[in-house]
Structure formats: C-alpha cells, structure tokens
C-alpha cells in the first residue's frame, strides 16, 4: 500500500469572541456584624500566633491563611490590607500582610454590618470562613510526613521559600537576600539556591536542634527531603553470539534526543556509532555511566524494541544520542542518586546546554519517591520542565516512576498477586515529580511477557506474575495531575514482577529472569552486551524513539505537534480496559474523589501509539496537522476535508480523531496552575456560518453553546479530556449523513489572574485523523489532498483580488 506524509491544514480565516461563563457564585452573609464578630475573633488568635514565627528581619510581613466559601477575587485581597501569596487548596488561600495591612484588614473587620460604604470589596470579607497560620505542620513535606527527619548529625534538606513577585523582582531579591543572612547568623549552611518566578528554593545542611527554626520560620513554604530515586535494579544479562561488523551512524540531519540520566557507557558497541555529545553535570565526575540505568535507557531510545533488534541482529541507528549525565551512583547501595546541588538547577542547565546544541526531545527516566503528587501543587522538577517545554519548545517525555509497594499502610497487604489490580489505584501510588508536568508526556508501563524463565523451563508453578501480557506492570504509577489531567498520558512496554508460589514473603520479585525488556548492558565484557531490567524507566525511552522518528520526517514539527501526533495514535487495548473487574470500574465512577473519571484512563491514559499510521498517511488513513496561534476570548474553526465518499450514508465503520496540545505558562502558586485553556469541541453543521452563530458571543442569548456532537460515537469526554494540555478524542461512526459538515471549534479562555509569559497569541497544534478502513476500494489521501489543494487556491485567489 501506498504511504504519504502527512498533509499541513489551515483554519478558517475568521475568528469568533468566545461566549462568556456564568459568573462566579459569591458567598452571602445574613448576619453581617455576627460573621464580623467571628472574624475579629479567628483574627486575634492568628496574628498572636503569626508575631511569634520566626523571620528574617524585623519588616518581613506576617502569614496568614484564609479558608473561604464560594468564590475569591485574588487580586483585590490588597483592597483590604492583605497581599495574595498563594492558593493551597479549592478553598484556601495564603497572604501576606504589613503591620498596616494587618489594621487595614482589622478596621474592615471591625466594620461589617456597621459601616460598609467605608471600603469596597465586602464580598472578600463575607466569603471568609476561617483565619488561621500557616504552621510547622503545614510546612512540613508528605515525605517529612512519612519518613521522618533523617537521623545524622548533620543532614541537608531542600527549603522552599513563598515566591513573592519574580525572580529579579527587589522584592524578591531582598527576601534572598534577608534569608541568606539569617541562614549565616544561625550556623545553617546553605548548599545551593535555585530562584525561578514560581520557585524559590534553597538546599541547606542543618543538624536537628535548628530544624525547629527553619519550620516555624514565616518566609518558609515546604521543607522536603531531598530528592530519591527509587532506580533499583539487578543486572541480568543476556549472550549474543554475534554482532554485524558494521552497525552505521544516524544520517547526519537526524533528530536528536538528549538522554538526562546517570550518564552513558558511549563506548558500547550498539551505542558509539550514534552517540553525539556527552557532558558530565555533576562536580568531579566523567560523563560515563557507573550505574548502568542512563545506558540501558539510550539503548531503548536509539532502537525502541531492542529483543525485536536483537532476535533479526538488524540494528538500523536513525537518531543520535546526546548524553547528559545528572545523576550519580551512591557508594553505598550502587543505585543512582541525584547530586548534592539542588536537581532543579541541573537540569535547567543541562536543558540549556543541550538545547544550545540542537536537542528537541529529552528523556527523563527519573523520579522522586520523597514526592507523591497530593493532587493540590505541582512543583519541584515538575514545575520546571513545564516552563522549559514551553520555553525552549522542546518535548520532554518522563517516566510515572515505580511503585515498589508500602509498609504503612502494608499495600499490598500479602501478595502482589493476589491484590492485582486494586493497588494500581491505591493512594500510595500516585504519581511522583515530575510525572505531573503537564507540558511533557508522561508515561506508564504495560507488560510484555508474564512467564518466567523457569516458568518456561520446569512444569511446576514456582512463580507466577500478577498481569499479563499488554496489562499495566504492577510497578506502574497513576494519575490524575492538576485538576483531574489525564496522566499517564500513554503507556509503553516496562515489564512485569513475579510472586513466589512456594514460599512467604519476597513478593517484590523484579530479579525473576524474562520478565523485563531488554536493552543495553554498560558492563559489556565479551557476550554481555544485553541485560533485562524492568521499571517505567524504561517505557519513557520507546516514546522518546518515536517521537525521534516523527521529527525525522517532519523536522519543522513543534514540540505540541510531536505531543498531538504521538496521543493522536494512541489507543486503549483491551487487556488494559479488562484488567479493572465491572464492579471496580462502577464503584470508581461513583466515588465522589473520582466521580465521572474511568480508572483505566487514570493508569494509562490514551493508551499504547500504534505505530501503524504515525509516521505516514495511506489511502485509508489520513493525518491532518496544523499549527495555530490564538488570540484570548475567540473560538477558531476548521472545516474538516471529508470527501463524498467517506460521508457516505452505507453503514461501515470511519474514524475521526481529534488531537490538541499546547504548552501554557504555569504558576506553582495556583491550584489552576495552568494561565490559559485552549480545548476544542467537534460539531457538525449545514456550513460554516451556522456553526458560527452557535459559538458567538453575540448570539449566546438566543442559541444554547454547543458540546461535542455524536457523544455517543465518542470515546473520552469533552470535559475530562480539556483538563489537560493534550486532548483527544476519536469518534467511530456506522453511518454518516452526507448533507452535514464536520468542524473543529478550538476556544481559548485565559485565567482571571495575570500571567507575565502569557502572549496574546498562544500556539496550539491540531492534529486530525481520517480513517476508512472498511472500504477497499479508499483513496482518502487523493480526496482530501484534493479538497485541501482546492481550498487553497480558492484563498489564493480571493487575496490576490483582495
């Protein structure tokens, strides 16, 4: 069959104003001077409380935090004395206040239900519940929670500071400034600083009896252990008889994928043809790979199924490998561990660096076990890698991490096998930084093999695995991220574990030989050019080569065009969406923490990227890509190419998938965090003029805004999908009605707080699939290359007579 790249579209040339939403609901008091009276009351226990924290200096303001009912206009707090910091929850806030803001917001205080024409905003005060401090517990990270203090004499901790203003504010920089002299008075060592818009954090060394100090200290957000891996694994490997002598470079203009790890073995045989630059980010240290997880990773994203490679000893390099080493082996357990400058910092350099030198896709195999996402803020290297994505244009592509069980509580509670799948959904495995960027694609892991070698080998049942094949590994983490985004957003092969049937105990297994995927060994001595290991780790990597292989072919692609085409081609497998029982699933659905959501979309998002159509179009299916920029408060339109033949009225079954991605800037200080939303919704009409009528903002009056049409075709939500930055759906349709168009409406609504980085014209990329697999006789391609071609010179023409 014949192939094609895949065809550029373009919008309609008319923008809409985007309907407006039902204003906020405000919280009213029907007792003014009795909630007043409960204030002034809340608000004398907190300042007593406030003037004890320790500070910096004698003008550092006070913390206070508001619980409130209803809405909250951020911005106009200072109407009453007070200066936002940050959102923590649904329905807290935290300020900052003077010593004339705190009697500012007294005398207000003092005055409802008395005097309320003296002040504006009297819905601010009538809207809070609850005033209170933001005190050492609130300070206290959940693996401080958890763990507990380490137990050295000395010992280092990361320190998070409010983050007031930006970076290079005077605000911000007197804060820096003032705590790095408290630090010095107060015998804390500090290690390392990182200062960001939305992330100010200090790495200091501090012995037990100053810990007190730094977590009753008003400057102070969270104190966190610092970051741990959780990579573990054994080095099992397999022989191989022979290699080709000659195993060729990457053509020159190849994409380039830059590997963040523990550094690479380039000398390795499969590798060194294809290894591009390396360069070492840890003090003292070579960029060579001690450990072995950064080298087993690149041979995953140079090759993609390495056992497929391997069983026809083909091995066709198509990407070159940028090694950036970030992490090193600790000398006591011989796992990888992050270095002692703060990893924030690193890898904003080693990004910087890498992009410098042409690197457009960086893969990140790592976690923070210290880091579960609390379904609140996203932070840490999360945080980070969304506002490089979105600066640099660049896709990262990272791990869940791995989910090595829990001993308190005990999950699973005796056996992984038994317990499978109610721990895939368990708290204790929730995602960990940075799997929750949302600017990135995150990925999960699936089974690819559930035998054993000795499963194989001996008829006896000594070990038997908890998934099996195409099933999620029961190591893989899940999602949701920031305000129910689907995260995972795909999954790819990471292996499997297997529980001993002949004894107790042991029942992490991850040693159990043919269970894992196979890649590179950086101990190759004579045959051991292989090992098996298992770990989303490894699923990122298989990601990281397609997406490789895409910007080979369409080396202009953005970063969201990589994120839309890879999502776009993803589907969810049966054995995936079995492996839940129906009760499970129904119970999920009813629970009020995930009310609505499917819990198999929250272990592995869109699914597996079938490879099929990815990377060409045929003459059964066709791949529509467009780039866009958009302005706030407009809907756009695009007319989708659909040629006679495939809006036929014949019952057979078509396809269309909609795919939208963009990177927004974020602020870690809202529980939004995300400053604009772009989504999109699918309709059909008699032509372009009356879908227009029913998405402006002129008509909301008179017509009802629109959703998705043909809801029941439709695989996800509209409403679950938009809360992340890439967004899909597919619709399957039997039967068409030829008489109607198809559109793609695409809204942008920014938040009400106000974004520094944001642009009046946001990017977006579209990515569109037309599918028409039932009809052997399809030339899909050649109509709608044609209707396109069409379209183009129509415009064409009407601007040059313009």
């Given amino acids: 069959m014949p192939t094609y790249n895949h065809l550029s579209y373009f919008r309609e040339e008319i923008d809409n104003r985007r309907r407006s939403k039902t204003p906020p609901r405000f919280a009213k008091q029907d007792d003014l001077v009795g909630h007043g009276q409960k204030l002034n009351a809340y608000f004398a226990k907190a300042v007593s409380v406030a003037k004890q924290q320790v500070k910096s200096s004698s003008d550092s303001?006070?913390?206070?935090?508001?619980?409130?009912?209803?809405?909250?206009?951020?911005?106009?707090?200072?109407?009453?004395?007070?200066?936002?910091?940050?959102?923590?929850?649904?329905?807290?806030?935290i300020v900052f206040a003077t010593e004339q803001g705190l009697a500012t917001f007294q005398d207000h205080i003092e005055k409802l239900g008395f005097s309320d024409k003296s002040f504006t905003y009297k819905q601010i005060l009538e809207a809070i519940e609850t005033i209170e401090n933001w005190n050492c517990e609130d300070r206290k990270s959940w693996a401080?929670?958890?763990?507990?203090?380490?137990?050295?004499?000395?010992?280092?901790l990361d320190v998070e500071l409010w983050p007031i203003d930006v970076m290079n504010h005077p605000s911000r920089l007197k804060l820096c400034g003032?705590?790095?002299?408290?630090?010095?008075?107060?015998?804390?060592?500090?290690?390392?600083?990182?200062?960001?818009?939305?992330?100010?954090?200090?790495?200091?060394?501090?012995?037990?009896?100053?810990?007190?100090?730094i977590l009753n200290h008003c400057d102070v957000r969270y104190v966190d252990l610092l970051p741990a891996t959780g990579i573990n694994f054994p080095q099992l490997n397999r022989d191989i008889t022979e290699l080709p002598h000659y195993i060729p470079s990457p053509p020159p203009h190849s994409s380039k994928i830059c590997i963040l790890d523990s550094g690479i073995n380039t000398n390795h045989p499969l590798l060194r043809s294809s290894i591009a630059e390396s360069q070492s980010f840890i003090n003292g240290e070579d960029e060579f790979d001690d450990v072995g997880h950064g080298t087993a990773v690149a041979g995953i994203a140079l090759y993609g199924d390495v056992e497929n490679c391997d069983s026809s000893n083909y091995w066709n390099p198509e990407v070159w490998i940028y090694n950036?080493?970030?992490?090193?082996?600790?000398?006591?357990?011989?796992?990888?561990?992050?270095?002692?400058?703060?990893?924030e910092k690193t890898l904003s350099d080693a990004v910087e660096y890498f992009y410098g030198q042409g690197c457009r896709i960086f893969n990140l195999s790592i976690g923070n076990l210290n880091s579960p996402y609390d379904g609140k803020h996203v932070k840490g290297l999360a945080y980070i890698i969304d506002v490089l994505a979105r600066k640099f244009n660049v896709l990262f592509v990272v791990s869940t991490g791995n989910f090595h069980g829990s001993d308190d509580p005990a999950v699973p509670t005796e056996s992984w096998r038994d317990e499978y799948p109610d721990y895939l959904l368990n708290q204790a495995s929730t995602l960990i930084d940075p799997a929750p960027a949302l600017?990135?694609?995150?990925?999960?892991?699936?089974?690819?093999?559930?035998?054993?070698?000795?499963?194989?080998?001996?008829s006896e049942i000594h070990q038997l695995s908890p998934a099996s094949e195409n099933q999620p590994s029961p190591f893989t983490r899940h999602g949701p991220s920031v305000k129910g985004a689907l995260k995972p957003e795909l999954v790819a092969a990471g292996g499997n574990l297997a529980s001993p049937m002949r004894h107790e105990g042991n029942q992490w297994k991850s040693d159990m030989r043919g269970l894992g995927v196979l890649t590179l060994n950086n101990k190759f001595q004579g045959n051991t050019l292989f090992k098996e290991i298992c770990g989303t780790s490894f699923s990122a990597p298989y990601i990281s080569h397609l997406a490789g292989r895409l910007l080979n072919i369409y080396p202009d692609a953005s970063a969201n065009t990589l994120r839309a085409l890879l999502v776009n081609h993803s589907f969810m497998n049966n054995a995936v969406s079995e492996?839940?029982?129906?009760?499970?699933?129904?119970?999920?659905?009813?629970?009020?923490?995930?009310?609505?959501?499917?819990i198999a979309r929250d272990v592995a998002g869109y699914g597996c990227v079938s490879e099929s159509d990815l990377f060409k179009s045929s003459d059964h299916c066709v791949v529509l890509m467009s780039e866009e920029v958009i302005e706030n408060d407009t809907c756009q339109f695009f007319e989708l190419p659909l040629p006679p033949d495939f809006l036929r009225s014949k019952r057979s079954t078509r396809e269309l998938t909609v795919t939208l991605a963009h990177s927004p800037a974020v602020r870690t200080t809202r529980i939004d965090y995300t400053a604009t939303q772009i989504y999109y919704r699918l309709v059909k009409g008699l032509s372009l003029e009356e879908v227009q009528k029913s998405f402006d903002h002129k008509n909301q009056k008179e017509q009802k805004s629109r959703n998705d049409d043909s809801t029941n075709n439709r695989e996800i939500s509209a409403q679950l999908r938009s809360k992340g930055t890439v967004?899909?759906?597919?619709?399957?349709?039997?039967?068409?009605?030829?008489?109607?168009?198809?559109?793609?409406?695409?809204?942008?609504?920014?938040?009400?707080?106000?974004?520094?980085?944001?642009?009046?014209?946001?990017k977006?990329?579209?990515?569109?699939?037309?599918?028409?697999?039932?009809?052997?006789?399809?030339?899909?391609?050649?109509?709608?290359?044609?209707?396109?071609?069409?379209?183009?010179?129509?415009?064409?023409?009407?601007?040059?007579?313009?």
């Fill in 727 to 762: 967004q899909s759906s597919r619709w399957k349709f039997k039967q068409l009605n030829p008489k109607y168009k198809w559109f793609v409406v695409v809204t942008r609504q920014d938040r009400e707080w106000i974004h520094q980085d944001v642009k009046d014209n946001e």
């Fill in 178 to 213: 003032n705590f790095e002299k408290w630090l010095e008075s107060n015998n804390i060592k500090k290690i390392d600083r990182i200062n960001l818009d939305s992330l100010l954090m200090f790495r200091i060394e501090i012995n037990f009896s100053q810990v007190d100090l």
């Fill in 324 to 343: 950036g080493k970030i992490m090193r082996k600790c000398p006591f357990t011989g796992n990888a561990i992050y270095d002692s400058g703060t990893l």
């Fill in 439 to 458: 600017n990135a694609l995150t990925v999960g892991s699936i089974a690819k093999h559930n035998a054993t070698f000795d499963s194989q080998r001996y």
């Fill in 61 to 93: 303001p006070y913390v206070l935090k508001l619980q409130y009912d209803g809405a909250m206009t951020f911005d106009n707090l200072k109407a009453h004395g007070l200066e936002f910091i940050s959102q923590e929850s649904n329905q807290v806030c």
């Fill in 764 to 802: 977006y990329s579209l990515v569109i699939t037309v599918s028409d697999r039932e009809n052997e006789h399809a030339k899909l391609f050649t109509e709608i290359k044609n209707l396109v071609d069409q379209k183009v010179k129509v415009r064409e023409e009407i601007r040059q007579r313009a």
């Fill in 144 to 156: 401080i929670k958890n763990y507990g203090l380490p137990t050295e004499e000395f010992f280092q």
């Fill in 579 to 598: 492996t839940f029982p129906d009760a499970m699933k129904t119970a999920y659905k009813e629970n009020k923490e995930t009310y609505n959501r499917e």
